[in-house]
């Protein structure tokens, strides 16, 4: 298991969101994460050294 761990570079996850405007606002403003771009309004990337978060507008029906 130690082998492993030691292999895991980068993370990447996508977060579906309900709101990505609220989303933006709390990721940038409360936990302080630096927005790299908004795309077409659905969906948005935090990148950091060692991780890349990105927030993806849930489709709504």
Do not use: C, I
């Not at 996508?14 to 940038?28: G, N």
């Not at 908004?38 to 489709?59: C, D, I, K, M, Q």
């Amino acid at each position: 298991m130690r082998d492993s761990a030691n292999r895991l570079k980068y993370v990447a996850p996508v977060l579906q969101v309900a709101d990505l405007e609220r989303s933006l606002t709390f990721y940038r403003d409360q936990l302080g994460f630096d927005l790299e771009f908004v795309y077409e309004g659905f969906l948005a990337r935090f990148p950091n050294a060692r991780s890349s978060t990105t927030a993806r507008a849930a489709a709504t029906l």
